[in-house]
T-cell receptor, first 118, second 117 residues
């Protein structure tokens, strides 16, 4: 079974600074998807960034980028120029690529609570 | 973007009664939807996979008779918490993955906060 681990329950960053959230996962599959989701106080889940395992290039979305290390099974999220609105719970998630056309369940890490100091 | 709507946003019910939560995909068809449960400051735990036109697949440890799932159409899945008890109080979230995102990108409902008194 696949597992996702986020070892940082809480992180703090100064506004405009950079912060990196860690995530490791365990799987025996070779093809899968990885995601970072943000859950603000409203509790609405928002997709931040996604990475396909077959792609070597790290995904980027504006101020958000990942460091995907497939061999090490590591998938960290870097937030640059942190803003007050980035304060939220961040979840790392894994999705198998098997049966991709049927939709697939997400396996979430424990979450990292990010606070942004003005 | 794809929209998943969940209703109600919050509900309070008496112990022993049943509560139904709806999850709708508003602008896409979803043959599969997922139901998660989240306790405060904790992660999302998958409860079950809802399959249109067939029985739901429950995760280990989830009581199928307690949490009834019906996926009667391509845009609606319902979760009914039967004979609710205070320990069922939690935040329930549904999600679905549109075809035009390659079924890979999950969109989530707003969630339902259930309080059983």
């Amino acid at each position: 079974a696949q597992t996702v681990t986020q070892s940082q329950p809480e992180m703090s960053v100064q506004e405009a600074e950079t912060v990196t959230l860690s995530c490791t996962y365990d799987t025996s599959e070779s093809d899968y998807y990885l995601f970072w989701y943000k859950q603000p106080p409203s509790r609405q889940m928002i997709l931040v960034i996604r990475q396909e395992a077959y792609k070597q290039q790290n995904a980027t979305e504006n101020r958000f980028s990942v460091n995907f290390q497939k061999a090490a099974k590591s998938f960290s999220l870097k937030i640059s120029d942190s803003q007050l609105g980035d304060a939220a719970m961040y979840f790392c998630a894994y999705r198998s690529a098997v049966n991709y056309n049927q939709g697939g369940k997400l396996i979430f890490g424990q979450g990292t609570e990010l606070s942004v100091k003005p | 973007g794809a929209v998943v709507s969940q209703h109600p946003s919050w509900v309070i019910c008496k112990s022993g009664t049943s509560v139904k939560i709806e999850c709708r995909s508003l602008d896409f068809q979803a043959t599969t939807m997922f139901w998660y449960r989240q306790f405060p400051k904790q992660s999302l735990m998958l409860m079950a996979t809802s399959n249109e036109g067939s029985k739901a697949t429950y995760e280990q440890g989830v009581e199928k008779d307690k949490f009834l799932i019906n996926h009667a159409s391509l845009t609606l899945s319902t979760l009914t918490v039967t004979s609710a008890h205070p320990e069922d109080s939690s935040f329930y979230i549904c999600s679905a993955q549109p075809f035009d995102r390659g079924w890979t990108e999950a969109f989530f409902g707003q969630g339902t906060r259930l309080t059983v008194v």
